[in-house]
């Protein structure tokens, strides 16, 4: 066993958490913001918001049940790192592909985190080769820090220092994606 699900099977994830930087009530109110903002940009039309798996699930769970206006949502998931987000980098991947047509749609992109840029910078280029009739990102999680490439964010819920972080969808080695809000690693668990 890891060191990391040895943990938890013993003790939790207490042991594992260096401190809370966003709880609960903060990611909720901010969550309930940007659905306001968005129903009101989209007011008239019907977008359709894509969450990339499985980090972007939790935010687009609770952010399709701020938004006012009807709208779709669809799935697809990257691989941005081989395992874990701390393995080294590769060529990102679409793993599992979007069923619908987003030709002449307004598409939403939900995603977690945008650290170096690379994925959903990728991810991006993909989908406009389909022509949507817009595609705006809408992301959780900034960490300007770390930005290698040069991505639009036209929704953000949080600009964060360049710490790993887990919790509500992110993951630490597949683990802890359920807590309700984003903490970060002791050093001894990085
Ligand atoms: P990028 O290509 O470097 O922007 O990688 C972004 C992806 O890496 C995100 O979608 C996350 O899945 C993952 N990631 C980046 N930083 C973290 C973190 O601090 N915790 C958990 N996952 C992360
Ligand atoms: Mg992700």
């Known amino acids: 066993m890891s060191k990391i699900t040895d943990c938890l099977v ?88 979007l069923n619908t047509d987003i030709k002449n749609r307004h598409v939403i992109l939900v995603e977690d985190i945008i650290d170096s840029g690379h994925t959903i910078d990728h991810v991006l280029r993909m989908l406009q080769t389909r022509e949507p009739a817009s595609l705006t990102l809408c992301a959780l999680l900034d960490k300007p820090e770390r930005r290698e490439a040069d991505v639009p964010i036209g929704y953000l819920g949080f600009t964060i220092p360049n710490e790993f972080v887990f919790g509500y969808g992110l993951d630490l080695d597949e683990y802890c994606r359920n807590l309700p809000f984003i903490g970060t690693v002791k050093k001894e668990y990085q």
Not at 34 to 63: E, H, N, W
Request: with cysteine; proline share 6%.
């Open 10 to 97: 013993k003790d939790g994830y207490t042991p594992l958490l260096d401190k809370v930087l966003i709880d609960e009530p903060t990611l909720m109110s901010r969550v309930a913001e940007l659905g306001a903002q968005i129903s009101k940009d989209y007011a008239g039309k019907v977008p359709l918001l894509v969450c990339i798996l499985r980090g972007g699930v939790m935010f687009l769970t609770d952010l399709t049940k701020k938004l006012t206006i009807p709208h779709h949502i669809d799935f697809m998931a990257v691989s941005s790192y081989g395992v874990g987000a701390r393995a080294s980098r590769g060529q990102p991947r679409i793993t599992l592909d």
